[in-house]
């Protein structure tokens, strides 16, 4: 009898835990709209990178095809030179990703909280 009340403990358990997995995988970005469009990625450490987006999971892994890495100062790495590198397809694990902006529809603006004068 208590291996039963056991059995059936252990599946309700899961049964909690399986549901709070879901809510946890549920992606907070929809990258949908930027399938098969060019993107630029930044990751922890200071590494950047370009290129289309081919595919995406709720972990934001990323798939990018025709990439390419913008490279480092080695004295600094947080300040990126001039030159690249090709890399092709790539997969981005999504827990070093920092940053994800379009590289379509970007233009600077004047800063709103500069006052100026004239």
Do not use: H, W
Request: aromatic content about 6%; some cysteine; charged content about 30%.
């Amino acid at each position: 009898m208590s291996s039963k009340d056991g059995g059936d403990k252990g599946k309700s358990t899961q049964g909690a835990g399986d549901n709070k997995e879901k809510r946890r995988k549920e992606s907070i970005l929809d990258l949908s709209k930027y399938l098969e469009k060019s993107i630029r990625v930044k990751f922890a450490g200071g590494r950047e990178a370009a290129g289309i987006l081919k595919g995406y999971d709720p972990l934001l892994n990323l798939v990018l095809d025709n990439t390419t890495e913008f490279l480092r100062d080695p004295d600094d790495p947080y300040k990126l030179l001039d030159d690249t590198r090709a890399l092709g397809l790539v997969v981005c694990r999504g827990t070093s990703v920092v940053l994800i902006c379009p590289m379509d529809g970007m233009e600077a603006i004047p800063n709103p909280f500069i006052t100026q004068d004239g």
